[in-house]
């Protein structure tokens, strides 16, 4: 969880101040709420609420006629028993997950502009925070699903988050690409660098992209999430092994049918990566698309 004052880079060349960070580890909600009200509580003025979530998703009533704020589910941050429970203890099915956040959870933090990272099995469940205050408010979330052999691998974490960590590390990872000489990598990372490049090109001359990603591009650090985020989107459009929409992150307001991820040459530019690490194969024809 991170307050934006301004923009920082991954180089460190800025000259603002760094912003607060707050990293938790399987926190409970009131642990959680805490740092949360926290950081809301200390962000300047002009600034964004940054929250980054990787948790295991929970599943919502299974009564059809709940549509509540917290009858969606949401992702449990800790599993850990509240004290004095019994070990065995019948849980009912009204009761809810004591250390679920749920998306009403954050309606509070809505009031300044928020910038939400979801990494989880129920992912898409944030997509149903409502703007109740007019700021800036994007959801950028993981795959819901991954495929069979994908979930087998899970040394080197999340595959969303690992795109959004190091795009190049996670496009090797879903080719099963091991050990790459270093002149390729580097290589390659020239590649990612001029297709980030080319993207936020893409970004700034777009007519039909929501206006409110726009609201945190100035900022460099969200910026690059979301140049990220469309890495992994094409990325995962045109490998062959993932087969439908559960396998694509999503995103609020949706960027799904927009000109940056339709765009032909970012497709081709994708793919050609795939040509300079010899995976060609695992990727679709940009015409198979069309």
């Given amino acids: 969880m991170t307050d ?28 959680l709420f805490t740092f949360l009200s926290a950081g ?13 979530l990787s948790a295991d998703g929970s599943s919502g009533s299974e009564r059809p006629e709940d549509e509540g704020a917290y009858d969606y589910g949401g992702v449990v941050t800790n ?3 509240e004290p004095g429970e019994p070990l065995q203890m019948k849980r009912s099915h009204l009761l ?24 989880s099995t129920n992912s898409v469940v944030f997509k149903n925070v409502p ?17 069979k052999n994908l979930q087998d691998q899970n040394t080197k974490g999340n595959l969303f988050t690992l795109f959004m960590y190091s795009p190049l590390t996670a496009f090797c990872h879903v080719c099963d690409i091991g050990d790459i000489p270093v002149a390729l990598w580097e290589k390659c ?32 650090f969200l910026r690059l999430l979301m140049l990220r985020f469309v890495f992994c989107y094409v990325t995962l459009k045109y490998h062959r092994g993932f087969k439908d929409d559960t396998y694509y992150p999503q995103s609020h307001p949706e960027m799904k049918g927009c000109d940056i991820l339709e765009n032909v040459n970012l497709h ?6 795939a040509s300079i690490l010899d995976v060609r194969a695992l990727f679709l024809e940009v015409s198979e698309l069309e």
């Avoid at 934006?4 to 642990?31: C, I, M, S, V, W």
């Avoid at 809810?96 to 990494?119: A, N």
Wanted: net charge positive.
């Fill in 189 to 220: 990372q020239k590649h990612v660098t001029m297709v980030t490049q080319e993207t936020a090109t893409l970004i700034s001359k777009s007519r039909s992209l929501d206006h409110t990603y726009m609201q945190f591009y100035g900022d460099e």
């Fill in 96 to 119: 809810k997950e004591m250390h679920c956040l749920h998306p009403g959870d954050l309606y509070p933090f809505s009031r300044k502009p928020l910038f939400l990272v979801v990494d």
């Fill in 4 to 31: 934006r004052e301004d923009a920082e880079n991954g180089d460190r060349t800025g000259k603002r101040e760094n912003p607060h960070k707050y990293l938790l580890y399987k926190p409970t909600f009131g642990q």
């Fill in 268 to 273: 081709k530019w994708i793919l050609e990566l």
């Fill in 131 to 147: 703007n109740l205050f007019g700021q800036p408010l994007v959801c950028l979330m993981s795959p819901t699903q991954l495929p």
């Fill in 79 to 81: 599993n850990r028993r």
């Fill in 40 to 52: 809301f509580k200390e962000l300047p003025p002009n600034a964004a609420l940054l929250i980054y």
